[in-house]
């Protein structure tokens, strides 16, 4: 592999026989001046175009000569112009929207002839106005809930945090929010995404494919950038809802030069609680912000922040508190017009506390993280682009603290034991356009993971911290022989891992093409969690001695086809994903409050394998997408020797995240001007669980049996809802400062009764075991008032 990557490299470092002249600039939003990411340019006359990256540059090298230049973006009115390059020039653009309305645009992906000539596949694109049109539960807009609705995309059920990519489980998707790491993406245990949809810019979800300047995790990578802020004139923009609202500000601080954008969004229904004689409290709040100065053409500064929290509690006897920290210091630097660089400092911190005074203790959980990255692009030539940089994260672990809260509690103080790590990544990407018909993008990523020392490490006998019982048959945690100590500077375990990356395109025809993708990732940091869906109590650790890296190596093919010019699309792929040391849990772990966590987790591989289509009608006053996913998840943990059965008698089982089958339908119809309508339609397979296998009877109870041997042999029902919404645009807003709308919907239209659980207890009447369906939502009807001037 790494010889085919050499050799591409070095036959794409020909030297030109025709004089060329860069072309390069910046793409704005006229109505704001923020900046533009994904916009096409392109010359028709020499088939040759590029797209502007994340902070709106583009830069491109053509031979010299006038050509008409061609600049577009969907949404926005496309500019054409004829250019005479003569010598380099620096070229900024400027695009008005179509239409003045809140909500216009749908998903864009694959939707030019530029994009189905890139080699990237396994991407999706959403707006801010893509996801406000979504029909949502209590009306209020959702990126992961959107994200749903994409082929390879789901999620454990309703009221599930987290969502699944391919298969894989939550903890495996690297959550970027202006490029720093977010740890936990929901509010309320799952019912509401940490992301207020009025300050998100641009949302990409990469599934496969995945380009070499991410890393660290396995399944996916959801990058979400925010608004820069408008630097000509003041606005404010918000929503009034029945369980949450929210505000944004922005405006410029010196006109055309630096901007702010300010943005909060706060719960409120506990507050009605007290009317009901209900003591308890539920809510969460959020505040995002951004400021930018641009110093002179080359050099531009950012500074982002998030802060979310969430309370939960029941009475004043139980409280949870948990929510995210990130700050972000960007500065973006042209070396020239053909090298753009962007230099990151990044904070982050994910906190998780809980106040039990009916026990009389507090416990306290989190973890931290530094992050130094630095990017480069390098655009050589109309056909080669080089992307390279470093990377390094220092993270502190911790897995937990209990604090006694009053005298007589009786609870023992206890500090469970802080970790520490450093990963360190480099990496180098090439775009290489070979001929008018191939374009390959081809790179790889090196990563060094380093777990540093601590203050105690459990040695064990025979480095086997889980030991197998021959006479119970059963896998049980081992006692520790002995501790070791650390200094913070010393290395407990190293581990470093090539990862190659390797897209190409093959043009059929002008809008045709075939995509094929190989990447290889490495998974350094694991979420403990053995609950399908991810709670604010599962605990992060690192690899270490006794927990090894997960590895990926994930294959995919693709058939990409723009029909009428782009009203109508088709995407289909197959993918097959292999994980080699994916950590499996033996029967009856604990993961709370546990300091010795190796002894309870043994290391098996999975595998995910199938098909995704998805066709959407992209103009018209009818517009939506079909997408269905038929696919496979399962794995397998064997024993360690003959004499070990493994989990599951070594037998490949489903994993909790399987889903054969996933439907997904999405609608939108402009009726008038004045009223647009939505609709959504989901199902998917019943997630894997375990049912009784029989029962017996102590003391005149009945117990049921599982057959630990029989590991999500089951299934819940199948899930299926439909939503729907309508959106009310009252014709006193044209010509107008004050824009508003109302948005009615309801969620779960005809009322269907969702399995979030199914458990089984013994009938105080009958004295039969029966089994109980536990179901989270039935019609959910909302109103949304939203408002920009």
């Known amino acids: 592999m790494k010889k085919i990557f050499l050799i591409l490299f070095l036959f794409s470092l020909y030297s030109f026989s025709q004089e060329k002249i860069t072309v390069s600039g910046t793409v704005y939003d006229n109505s704001s001046n923020e900046t533009l990411i994904g916009v096409s340019v392109f010359f028709p006359e020499l088939n040759a175009g590029t797209t502007t990256n994340e902070y709106g540059f583009y830069s491109i090298t053509v031979p010299k000569g006038t050509y008409k230049i061609q600049i577009s973006y969907l949404g926005f009115t496309t500019i054409y112009e004829t250019v005479n390059l003569s010598e380099k020039i620096t070229k900024d653009f400027k695009l008005a929207e179509e239409t003045e309305s809140l909500n216009e645009i749908i998903i864009e992906s694959d939707l030019e002839k530029l994009n189905v000539r890139t080699p990237q596949m396994s991407v999706n694109k959403l707006t ?87 890393g660290g995790r396995l399944s996916s990578v959801l990058d979400i950038y925010q608004k820069e802020g408008n630097s000509k004139d003041f606005n404010l923009t918000g929503g009034i809802g029945l369980v949450s609202s929210r505000l944004l500000a922005e405006g410029p601080i010196e006109k055309e030069k630096s901007s702010f954008v300010v943005a909060g969004r706060a719960s409120y229904a506990h507050l009605f609680l007290p009317l009901f004689n209900n003591d308890n409290t539920a809510y969460f709040y959020d505040l995002n912000s951004k400021v930018n100065y641009r110093f002179n053409d080359k050099n531009n500064l950012f500074l982002s922040t998030y802060f979310g929290k969430d309370v939960f509690g029941i009475s004043d006897n139980f409280v949870n508190k948990y929510g995210n920290t990130v700050v972000n210091l960007r500065w973006n630097h042209l070396f020239s017009d053909k090298i753009f660089s962007n230099l990151s400092l990044i904070y982050s911190d994910y906190f998780y506390g809980l106040i039990l005074d009916f026990v009389g203790f507090e416990w306290d959980s989190g973890i931290t993280n530094f992050n130094l990255k630095y990017d480069f692009k390098h655009y050589l030539s109309e056909n080669f682009k080089l992307s390279y940089g470093i990377n390094n994260i220092y993270i502190k672990f911790n897995p937990g603290e209990i604090i006694p809260n009053r005298p007589d509690s009786g609870i023992q103080a206890e500090k469970l034991i802080d970790k520490y790590a450093n990963e360190f990544a480099a990496y180098l990407e090439a775009e290489h356009k070979v001929s008018d018909k191939l374009t390959l993008q081809y790179g790889a990523r090196i990563s060094n993971f380093l777990r540093l020392g601590q203050d105690e490490l459990n040695v064990y006998a025979n480095d086997t911290p889980v030991i197998y019982n021959q006479q119970f048959k059963k896998y049980e945690s081992a006692e520790a022989i002995a501790t070791e100590s650390f200094n913070r500077s010393d290395v407990i375990s190293s581990f470093n891992n090539f990862e190659p990356r390797l897209s190409l395109s093959y ?101 995910a394998y199938g098909l995704e289509v998805l066709f959407k009608k992209n103009e018209g006053d009818f517009k939506g997408w079909f997408a269905y996913t038929l696919s496979r998840s399962e794995q397998q943990t064997l024993g360690r020797n003959a004499n070990e059965p493994g989990i599951n008698q070594g037998e490949w089982y489903s994993s909790p995240f399987d889903k054969t089958h996933d439907i997904s339908i999405n609608a939108s119809y402009e009726l008038s001007k004045k009223w647009t309508f939505n609709a959504n339609f989901l199902f998917q397979t019943g997630q894997p669980t375990n049912y009784p296998v029989g029962q017996y009877e102590i003391q005149g109870l009945n117990v049921p049996i599982f057959d630990d041997n029989r590991r999500n042999a089951d299934r819940l029902p199948a899930y299926h809802r439909m939503d729907i919404s309508a959106t009310l645009t009252p014709e006193k807003n044209k010509n107008r400062k004050w824009q508003a709308e109302w948005v009615f919907g309801i969620y779960n239209l005809y009322g269907r ?8 207890r013994q009938n105080r009447e009958t004295f039969r075991n029966e089994a109980l369906q536990t179901s989270i939502f039935g019609i959910v009807p909302s109103v949304t008032y939203n408002f920009k001037f």
């Open 753 to 760: 009764q969702n399995a979030a659980s199914i458990n089984f």
């Open 507 to 607: 043009i059929l025809d002008d809008n045709t093409s075939i995509k094929a993708s190989y990447n290889r990732m490495a998974q350094y940091l694991h979420l403990l969690s053995n609950t399908a869906s991810p709670t604010p109590l599962d605990v992060w650790a690192p690899s270490g001695r006794f927990i090894k890296p997960q590895l990926l190596d994930q294959y995919a093919v693709g058939y990409f086809k723009s029909i009428k010019n782009g009203d109508y699309s088709v995407e289909t792929e197959v993918f097959y994903k292999d994980i080699q040391n994916r950590i499996d849990y033996i029967n009856g772990a604990n993961l709370i409050a546990n300091n010795e966590i190796e002894t309870i987790i043994l290391n098996g591989q999975a595998r």
């Open 128 to 214: 801010s106005a893509t996801i406000k049109q979504i029909p949502v539960v209590l009306g209020e807009a959702d990126v992961i809930k959107s994200l749903l609705l994409l082929p390879g995309v789901t999620s454990a059920g309703e009221g599930a945090s987290g969502f699944n990519v391919r298969g894989g489980a939550a903890d495996q998707n690297l959550i970027l929010l202006d490029e720093a790491i977010v740890f936990n993406s929901s509010h309320l245990f799952g019912f509401f995404s940490v992301f207020n949809p009025d300050v998100i810019k641009d949302v990409k979800l990469y599934k496969g494919g995945i380009p070499a300047r991410f």
